[in-house]
């Protein structure tokens, strides 16, 4: 019997170039661990996050993502946050002066293992999520850790997964003018979407 798969768009090319070089670069200093970004990418497809994070983080790799000069033209709204710098996806996961995740962090940081690395203090919020096995090796962390690590992979990727998607899904609203909410709002909503149990999660 043939075996029918959701046909994915090619990582390669000029377009992608640009994120395969700065993944591979971002990993390098943050873990000082060098990885073909061209083997991690496809990861993104078998990530314990919300369906829909998934396609966002592919558009993100090949520069699709619907904001930006590219998607708002002109239009200053979905260029620009408040507080004056452009609006990347990378602005949107960090703290700004007009929007401050510190209460919402908190809240994914007390739900998390205390256990290395410490996610959320990451220096790019999404890209090490494609290399944790990597990252959490035995050969890395010790086979005891490894082992916990292992364990408590997906439950972390659900969490992180769940905090980036919330704030992505909040600051749109911003940008359409629909029902933003300050981010220490969302602590509320971040909690639900953490307890919710794996069979009622939206992951593929
Ligand atoms: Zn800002």
Sequence with gaps: MQILRKP????????????????????????GIALDAGLHAPRVWKLN?????????WKDMTRLLPIGATWFGPLERGRTCSCGSELTLLHIWTSCET???????????DRL????PAAPAWTHPWYPLLALREMESA???GKKAAKVLRRSRPERE????????????????????????PPWRLCATLEAALDTPPDLRQVC
């Design 49 to 57: 996050i919300p369906t829909c994070l998934r396609e966002l983080l």
């Design 158 to 181: 659900w969490a992180i997964g769940s905090y980036l998607w919330l704030l992505w899904t909040n600051r749109m609203k911003e940008v359409h003018g629909e029902g933003y909410a």
């Design 99 to 109: 929007h401050d995740l510190t209460p919402l962090l908190q809240t994914l940081r």
């Design 8 to 31: 994915q768009p090619p990582l390669s090319g000029a377009k992608c170039a640009p994120f395969l070089e700065a993944w591979s670069a971002c990993l390098l200093e943050m873990t």
């Design 113 to 116: 293992p205390a256990l290395p």
């Design 139 to 141: 050969r890395r962390v």
